[in-house]
């Protein structure tokens, strides 16, 4: 009868669940047809609109960065309020005030030059106008729910577009908490959030959207770019991958070292550019060991109780990680965990994770097939760079790609040899944060790119505009029957090598 009377309530349940994402989805469309309505009513947004939506994204996040800081913490278990204030508040704030800085500057009407130049010098004008696509839906990820909302959205409105966002399920309170801040700060017809489960999220990546924004692994991509086709919806999609790190034998180690794992113990690896493995000359290893360890010791004395160290986003994910330093470690690497105050990190609730180095690894590891997304480092050794270059480039297209060195000859080897999303030399990570280069993957690690001026042209419709002269000048005569030899002459001049 107990048992019974539990499944009949785990029934229930399971309903209601079903139940609230039929409800879910269906307001879903009911928004997206009200935002797509609005646009087609109200027109064009004026620069003032613009302007003003931008404004009241960084009023809500000023005003509220204490309880978005507050709920990134409680959904991360540990999360320092600095880590926050800087990768989601600080860096959301940027974008957004770069749009609004810039954003007369960006709407203007783009000149080009008309074909054949003659027809320009007497009158003829070609330009291009940046229109708003309509409606942009924007799928975020958990490891920074807040950033991967407002980076992009600062371009969406910029570009003059209307926002559907569909936050993750990972990180409950966080979007909670925006779905809150931003129904009391935009109308549904503005911005609305959409809250839900992986069946809502699939469902949301099926909406007629004029424009897709997704951010996360690259398997789930392609799900998103399948789904997207039916109804021939433009994507962006910023995926991930194994981004490397070259360390060439001209570069400063100690530096390195300290940039390396800043980098990659941020958000403990839980980050889409995180060095994802190491190339290092083999002589210089020991030496760079060294170095990747006190640079752990000095930011991290201990770990276990630190709030400065972040926490594993759920166990399921934890579990990822742990399974893949098992294989690792059963098929032949070497394990060197970076522990200072020599803390108890197994069998715990609090699902932390100290940095770990990973030698003699090898192509069958599944830490070396697999993007990490955790603080596990392997690494390589070189004996020729060109042997390092070779490996990178028998690897798919990864996001980002990192390179140490004072030697230009060697840089230019490096970054002319290789493709990849972005490029940050003698330091990880940071071309994201500049918002004036476009940001973005190729490839397996994606498509597309946000950011700046690159960012409010990906979310605009480049409408090109020719306006042709009055006057019916000989050229344009001959182009029209009877043929005769004028067209001749024109022909002669045009198809000749």
Same mark, same amino acid.
């Given at each position: 009868?107990?048992?019974?009377?539990?499944?009949?309530? +785990?029934?229930?349940?399971?309903?209601?669940?079903?139940?609230?994402?039929?409800?879910?989805?269906?307001?879903?469309?009911?928004?997206?047809?009200?935002?797509?309505?609005?646009?087609?009513?109200?027109?064009? @947004?004026s620069r003032a609109v613009r302007e003003d939506r931008l404004d009241r994204c960084i009023a809500l996040l000023v005003d509220h960065a204490k309880q978005i800081t507050d709920a990134l913490s409680e959904d991360?278990?540990?999360?320092?309020?600095?880590?926050?204030?800087?990768?989601?508040?600080?860096?959301?704030l940027g974008p957004l005030k770069y749009a609004k800085a810039h954003l007369a500057k960006?709407?203007?009407p783009e000149k080009r030059k008309t074909s054949p130049l003659l027809l320009g010098l007497f009158g003829a004008r070609a330009e291009i106008h940046y229109l708003p696509?309509?409606?942009?839906?924007?799928?975020?990820?958990? $490891?920074?729910?807040?950033? %991967?909302?407002?980076?992009?959205?600062?371009? =969406?409105? @910029?570009?003059? $577009?209307?926002?559907?966002?569909?936050?993750s399920e990972l990180t409950p309170n966080t979007s909670e908490l925006i779905k809150f801040l931003i129904s009391k700060t935009f109308s549904p017809e503005?911005?609305?959030?959409?809250?839900?489960?992986?069946?809502?999220?699939?469902a949301f990546s099926r909406l007629a959207f004029d424009h897709l924004v997704f951010t996360g692994g690259t398997g789930i991509g392609r799900h998103i770019m399948r789904a997207a086709a039916d109804h021939l919806v433009p994507l962006t999609l910023e995926l991930g991958g194994k981004s490397p790190v070259v360390v060439s034998r001209s570069a400063d180690l100690p530096t390195s070292a300290d940039r390396i794992m800043?980098?990659?113990?941020? $958000?403990?690896?839980?980050?889409? %550019?995180?060095?994802?493995y190491l190339l290092v000359p083999k002589e210089k290893l020991d030496s760079l060991m060294s170095h990747l360890v006190a640079s752990v010791n000095r930011m991290y004395p201990s770990m276990h109780d630190n709030p400065d160290y972040t926490a594993i986003i759920s166990q399921g994910h934890y579990d990822r990680i742990m399974a893949l330093l098992s294989d690792a470690r059963a098929k032949g690497a070497k394990i060197v965990e970076i522990n200072p105050a020599g803390e108890v990190f197994s069998s715990q609730s609090d699902r932390k994770i100290p940095p770990i180095l990973v030698l003699d690894v090898?192509?069958?590891?599944?830490?070396?097939?697999?993007?990490? +997304?955790?603080?596990?480092?392997?690494?390589?050794?070189?004996?020729?760079?060109?042997?390092? =270059?070779?490996?990178?480039?028998?690897?798919?297209?990864? %996001?980002? %790609?990192?390179?140490f060195g004072t030697d230009p000859v060697e840089q230019d080897f490096v970054l002319s040899s290789t493709i990849s999303g972005g490029v940050t030399v003698n330091d990880v990570i940071f071309h994201i944060a500049m918002e004036d280069l476009p940001f973005g993957g190729i490839g397996p690690s994606g498509m597309g790119s946000y950011h700046g001026q690159d960012g409010f042209k990906? +979310?605009?419709?480049?409408?090109?505009?020719?306006?042709?002269? $009055?006057?019916?000048?000989?050229?344009?005569k001959a182009l029209r029957p009877p043929y005769g030899s004028a067209v001749k002459t024109f022909l002669a001049q045009h198809i000749n090598k």
């Open positions: 009868m107990h048992k019974l009377a539990s499944g009949v309530v +785990f029934m229930d349940e399971m309903t209601r669940k079903i139940s609230q994402e039929a409800d879910i989805i269906e307001h879903m469309h009911h928004i997206l047809a009200a935002q797509k309505a609005a646009h087609s009513r109200d027109g064009v @947004a991360f278990s540990c999360r320092a309020r600095e880590t926050s204030l800087i990768t989601e508040i600080a860096s959301s960006w709407m203007r696509k309509g409606v942009v839906g924007i799928i975020a990820p958990w $490891n920074f729910p807040v950033n %991967l909302i407002f980076a992009p959205l600062a371009q =969406v409105l @910029a570009a003059g $577009n209307r926002a559907m966002i569909k936050p503005e911005i609305a959030v959409i809250p839900g489960g992986p069946d809502v999220g699939q800043a980098g990659k113990t941020l $958000n403990a690896g839980q980050i889409c %550019l995180a060095p994802d090898t192509d069958d590891m599944s830490i070396m097939q697999e993007e990490i +997304f955790g603080p596990l480092l392997p690494i390589k050794t070189y004996s020729e760079l060109r042997d390092a =270059v070779s490996y990178i480039k028998a690897k798919p297209r990864p %996001l980002g %790609l990192y390179y990906e +979310f605009s419709h480049a409408r090109a505009i020719y306006h042709q002269i $009055n006057k019916d000048i000989g050229p344009l």
